[in-house]
């Protein structure tokens, strides 16, 4: 019988791994994605698991990084079947004591609902904003470029000038309570950020926690927080679509077993079958950094250093979700609430950093920081007329909710705690669906112990740090393997970065000047491991 061949295999369907077969088989590769699971998409899938007719999205929900991502803007996925969908408002976060602030793609909107906790907060807001739309792109194409973004930087500080350029770099390594309260008086503006940051597993009184709020607001300003029409599955099947539509193969319910390597190179893989695929070109890895390093490639292959550092990886946190069929809309308090496609519940600013301070020393938050997802609200068709699909999650530390009654008992402190602020929303549950760290890992491996981000996003394990200190790009210490998901820059959330990076290294390699190319990352591995 003869080896399977392929110019690149691609290990995991996730949405990283189709970003990247999408894009080799547009260079006129053959690629074959080979996902574990019975599904492709890691954690952009949708299935009916509450009641019929009500979509859930399983894992992850609404896309503000889709939206302005270069490389999945690229792939024009709306040639392939892909809509969206917008709620009528971005987001609203809803105090505690049933205040609430909103932001909406509609600045005077945003800029009207801050004003009312501080006058001169709107204004503020409007500068923030429009520094934003200055430096938009050139930053946008930094962050998802591979690293170091040299002509992205380059185009950004000609854009800034120096000194401006200077001031935001110090914004990036700003706490976001800290960037909050440097810029506005009222707790509207504050918490739509500092809400925002904490989409990431950073607390608000973390170091470089202000970019992800800041990053998170002025994209939800600017493009919104879309949800693919149908369900998170959709941008999943048109990525499928897409590459099937160019030759790309994907084999769903085969996991790899090993990377195969030899004289340092990788030539191909094996299936948990035993069965050999090789590929002449290329194998991108679309898992953790730990399960490639870790599992997938013999130790002898890699350097005694890269393992050491690699045993200080750290993840982010745990995360408990629900899924809820609801009888009707969410019976908010606060009016301003019901429109909005995302929301924040359960902390003003104090309550964030008593949060965010819990989880750091293993405890499980008593009173849990939310974010919630009005799916029919967003996109009708995810539930029948007059109901609503919803969701919410909030993180936990790891190692905990390990049995089925800690689960239990979080998801009711999850449902009281949006009770709190929408009376009569638990008699409105038809059914629920609670997934823990062990159901989300179980669901899709890539999520281990519960953590979405694959790997926390603190400054430690950002840029060249990531996933180990090393050259920040998807190159490993193996010739023609890369690592190509979200433990890889430019890190978590689906924006694809870390796929799109890792297919334009195997090109790169695979190119005329890919002898020298390799020479240098051979040279950098060395300076750095040996």
């Known amino acids: ?38 599904h492709a998409g890691g954690a952009v899938r949708t299935a009916e698991v509450t009641e019929p007719g ?18 999945i803007r690229g792939l024009r996925l709306e ?19 049933d205040r609430c602030a909103v932001l909406s793609r509609d600045i005077n909107r945003t800029a009207a609902s801050v004003e009312q906790f501080a006058p001169g907060d709107g204004d503020a807001w409007r500068r923030l904003f429009e520094q934003w739309r200055q430096v938009r792109e050139p930053l946008l194409d930094a962050l998802f470029a591979p690293f170091p973004p040299v002509r992205p930087g380059l185009k950004l500080l000609r854009r800034t000038g120096t ?4 001031r935001l770099a110090r914004m990036l390594t700003l706490p976001a309570r800290r960037f909050g309260d440097e810029l506005f008086g009222g707790e509207g503006a504050k918490l739509l950020l500092a809400g925002n940051a904490a989409h990431s597993d950073l607390s608000v009184d973390n170091a470089g926690s202000a970019v992800f709020g800041w990053l998170m607001a002025m994209i939800g300003q600017d493009e919104g927080f879309p949800v693919p029409a149908g369900g998170a599955g959709e941008l999943t099947a048109a990525l499928v679509r897409r590459l099937e539509s160019r030759g790309g193969k994907v084999h769903c319910g085969r996991p790899v077993r090993e990377v195969l390597v030899a004289g340092g190179r990788a030539m191909g893989v094996r299936d948990a079958a035993g069965d050999p695929v090789r590929a002449r070109k290329a194998v991108l890895a679309d898992v953790p950094a730990p399960v490639l390093y870790g599992s997938l490639v013999d130790a002898e292959w890699l350097p005694p250093r890269l393992l050491e550092d690699l045993g200080r990886f750290e993840w982010d946190s745990g995360t408990v979700k629900v899924d809820w069929a609801l009888s009707g809309p969410v019976p908010w308090t606060a009016e301003a609430a019901r429109g909005a496609g ?8 104090d309550g964030l950093s008593a949060f965010g301070s819990e989880l750091v020393r293993g ?32 993180h936990v530390p790891r190692g905990t909710m390990e049995n089925r009654a800690a689960l239990e008992r979080r998801a009711r402190r999850i449902e009281e705690t949006v009770e709190a602020n929408a009376p009569g929303f638990t008699s409105l549950i038809k ?42 790009r998807a190159d490993t210490p193996v010739d023609r393997l890369y690592l190509a998901g979200a433990s890889a ?14 297919a334009r290294a195997a090109l790169a390699r695979a190119g005329r000047l890919g002898n020298g190319y390799a020479a240098v990352i051979r040279a950098a591995h060395r300076a750095i491991y040996s």
Do not use: C, K
């Open 1 to 38: 019988m003869s080896t399977e061949a392929v110019d690149a295999v691609v290990v995991g369907a996730g949405h990283n791994g189709l970003v990247a077969a999408n894009l080799l088989a547009d260079a006129g590769w053959s690629v074959l994605v080979l996902e574990a699971t019975p």
């Open 54 to 71: 009500f979509r859930s999205d399983l894992f992850s929900a609404f896309y503000p990084m889709s939206a302005v991502s270069p490389a």
């Open 79 to 97: 040639e392939h079947g892909l809509s969206w969908r917008h709620a009528p408002d971005v987001l609203a976060h809803v105090f505690p004591d």
């Open 163 to 166: 000194g401006d350029a200077l």
């Open 342 to 349: 995302t929301l924040h519940l359960g902390a003003d600013l």
């Open 363 to 394: 405890r499980t938050p008593r009173r849990p920081f939310l974010l919630f997802g009005q799916m029919t609200t967003t996109d009708p068709s995810r539930s029948p007329a007059g109901t609503e699909s919803a969701w919410a999650y909030t």
């Open 431 to 472: 059914s629920r669906y609670i997934q823990g760290p062990a159901e989300l890992e179980g669901h899709n491996p890539g999520l281990i112990g519960g953590a979405v981000n694959g790997g926390t996003a603190a400054i430690h394990q950002q840029l060249f740090f990531r996933p180990v200190p090393g050259i920040g």
């Open 489 to 502: 820059h430019p890190g978590g959330a689906v924006h694809g970065g870390p796929g799109a990076n890792a």
